[in-house]
């Protein structure tokens, strides 16, 4: 068989395996995303795989670039990208992402050992906890609502019927012949 009927049929298995399954997601016909652990789990990690032109005869791409292992450490997410890919090298020439997803799933405690959570998300422009928050932060701005005038309230209230709906055709253009 060629890689394309491989990926179909192992796409096809994919989906009927994993329907109905909130942990695995197809963003496309050869990229996934398959979280490992539930959503309150510390040690939880979403992995992102995508299939190049000769999967299965090549490894997939693993990744772990996803905004929900912003928490995970990159040292962490090295270690467990390079025990994947040691799976997927021992897989390789058969359709291996099931293995792959079942086998992160049993071994979710030894992938992340070593994971510390980090206390807040590894973003651009994270600040230090220690500085006082401004007072502007802290106190919210109410949005404001456009205020009407007492006639432009009787001139709205009385476009419309009880119901708050305006009347048909309120906007009805009328058509004008011209000779």
């Known amino acids: 068989m060629t890689a394309n009927e491989d990926q179909e049929m192992e796409l096809e298995a994919l989906r009927s395996i994993y329907e109905g399954d909130d942990c695995f997601k ?10 490992i652990g539930d959503h309150e789990d510390p040690k939880a990690f979403l992995l992102d795989v995508s299939w190049p032109e000769t999967y299965p005869e090549t490894a997939p791409q693993l990744s772990l670039q996803a905004f929900f292992n912003n928490r ?5 997410k090295q270690d467990v990208i390079s025990k994947l890919e040691e799976q997927a090298e ?3 020439g058969t ?17 992340m050992e070593n994971h510390q959570p980090l206390k807040e998300a590894v973003t651009p422009d994270s600040t230090n906890d ?3 928050p401004s007072p502007v932060s802290v106190s919210k701005k109410k ?19 009880n119901k708050g709906e305006l009347p048909r055709g309120w906007n009805w253009v009328d058509v004008i012949k011209v000779k």
Do not use: C, G, H, V
Request: no cysteine; charged share 30%; hydrophobic share 35%.
């Open 143 to 161: 949005e404001k609502k456009e205020q009407l005038t007492k006639a432009q309230k009787r001139k709205l209230i009385s476009r419309t019927d």
């Open 130 to 132: 220690t500085e006082a």
């Open 26 to 35: 197809e963003l496309s016909p050869t990229s996934f995303q398959f979280r």
């Open 72 to 76: 995970i450490s990159p040292t962490t």
């Open 90 to 92: 021992e897989n390789l």
């Open 95 to 111: 359709a291996m992402m099931y293995t792959l997803f079942e086998w992160a799933k049993e071994n979710q405690a030894d992938l």
